[in-house]
C-alpha cells in the first residue's frame, strides 16, 4: 500500500471508535463536519455514504461536496425519503400497479365498446332479414344494404380501434412487467456489487431455515469480512475500497453454486447462505474464496497503481435447534469477530 500522502478525504479525521464499527464511526464524523443534526434519517443517510451501499447517496453527496454545497439537515431528510425510506420501493410498486389498472380499464373499454357494435350489428343482420323474407320493393331492398352497408363499416371500426387498443395495451403491459420487474430486482440488489442486498439475504435464509427443518437438512451460514478495508479507504479513498469490494464480490461469485446466495451484508462485510451444507462444507468453500481473494490481481487497483494485496476473514455457524435467522447470524458473526480477532486471514466455524 502506498505511503505517499494523499489528500484527504472529507470526515476521514473525525471518526471516533464507536462500538469498533467503523462505518458508523465515519457516519458519525460525517455529521460531525457537516454540523448536522444526527436525527435517524440523517444517521442513515451518513451510514448508508459511508457504507458507499447506494448510488444515488453517493452520487448527490459527492457532488454537493465537490461543489462546496451547503450540506443542511432538511436537504439529507429529502434524500432519505428519496431514496432510503421503506416506502419508497413500494411507492414505485404502486406507481406500476395503477399505471397496469389503467392499460387494463383501456382494454375493457374498447373491448366492451366491440360487443356493443357486435350487438348491434347482429339487430340490424336480424331486422335486414325479416325485411328481405316479407317481401319488400327494390327502394327497401336498397335502404336494407345501405344501412347494412354502415352497420358492417361500424363494426369494422370497432374491431380495427379494439385491434388497435390491444396492440398499445400490449405493449404497455409488457412495459410495465419489465418495470416491475426491474424495480424488484433493484429492491433486492446492492448496487455496487451487484449481489443480492441485506433484504434478498434475509428472504433467502427465512426459506433456507425452513427447507431444513422441514427435511432435516443441514444449513450453514458464512459471514465474511473484508480485512483492512477502512485503512484502505483512509490512505486511498472510497473509490479504491469500491474496487476492492466489487473485486471480492467477484471471487466469491464464481464459487457460489446452485442454490448457494452470497449477498452483501453492508460495509466490508458478506453473508453466504450455504443450504445442505455442514459446517464442514462451508469451511472448504470459505478457504476456496479467502485463497482466491488474496490470489487475486491487485494490480491498477489504486488509481492505475498496484495495491499490496488484502485478505479476508470467515466466521460460519451451521443451523441449530431453536435457531432463529436473528441468532444464526449473529452466531456466524461473532465467528467472524473471533476470526479477525485472533489475525487477519483466517476461517473460522463456530
Not at 462500538?19 to 464524523?29: S, T
Request: proline share 3%; glycine share 8%; with cysteine.
Amino acid at each position: 500500500m502506498h505511503s505517499e500522502t494523499r489528500p484527504q478525504l472529507i470526515g476521514d479525521s473525525l471518526y471516533p471508535q464507536v462500538g469498533g464499527d467503523q462505518i458508523a464511526a465515519r457516519a458519525i464524523g460525517f455529521a460531525q463536519t457537516h454540523d448536522t443534526a444526527l436525527t435517524p434519517a440523517v444517521y442513515e443517510v451518513w451510514y448508508v455514504y459511508a457504507a458507499r451501499s447506494c448510488a444515488a447517496v453517493n452520487q448527490a453527496l459527492d457532488r454537493a461536496m465537490n461543489t462546496g454545497q451547503a450540506i443542511r439537515t432538511d436537504w439529507l431528510t429529502t434524500l432519505y425519503h428519496d431514496h432510503l425510506c421503506p416506502t419508497a420501493a413500494d411507492e414505485s410498486l404502486s406507481a406500476i400497479g395503477a399505471d397496469l389498472q389503467r392499460t387494463i380499464g383501456r382494454m375493457t373499454d374498447a373491448m366492451d365498446e366491440n360487443i356493443r357494435e357486435h350487438g348491434a350489428f347482429s339487430g340490424t343482420l336480424r331486422t335486414a332479414r325479416n325485411s328481405l323474407m316479407q317481401g319488400t320493393s327494390k327502394r327497401e331492398v336498397t335502404d336494407v344494404i345501405r344501412e347494412l352497408h354502415r352497420a358492417n363499416q361500424s363494426q369494422l371500426l370497432a374491431t380495427q380501434r379494439l385491434q388497435l387498443q390491444l396492440e398499445k395495451s400490449r405493449a404497455q403491459v409488457a412495459k410495465l412487467r419489465s418495470e416491475l420487474i426491474e424495480t424488484r430486482r433493484l429492491s433486492n440488489t446492492d448496487y455496487l456489487t451487484g449481489l443480492p442486498n441485506r433484504r434478498m439475504l434475509d428472504e433467502h435464509l427465512d426459506d433456507a431455515i425452513f427447507r431444513a427443518r422441514q427435511r432435516g437438512l443441514s444449513l450453514t451460514v458464512l459471514m465474511a469480512g473484508i480485512d483492512g478495508l477502512d485503512q484502505v479507504s483512509r490512505d486511498c479513498g472510497l473509490t479504491t475500497s469500491d474496487r476492492v469490494i466489487r473485486l471480492f464480490a467477484e471471487q466469491l461469485s464464481r464459487e457460489i453454486r446452485g442454490t448457494q446466495v452470497g449477498a452483501r451484508f453492508g460495509g466490508a462485510k458478506f453473508g453466504i447462505v450455504l443450504p445442505e451444507a455442514d459446517p464442514a462444507a462451508g469451511l472448504l468453500l470459505a478457504e476456496q474464496v479467502r485463497r482466491r481473494f488474496r490470489c487475486a490481481d491487485w494490480s491498477g487497483m489504486d488509481h492505475g497503481r498496484p495495491l499490496a494485496p488484502l485478505s479476508v476473514g470467515f466466521g460460519g455457524a451451521a443451523l441449530r435447534e431453536g435457531d432463529t435467522r436473528a441468532t444464526l447470524l449473529d452466531r456466524a458473526d461473532q465467528a467472524l469477530i473471533s476470526a479477525q480477532a485472533a489475525g487477519a486471514d483466517r476461517s473460522l466455524i463456530a
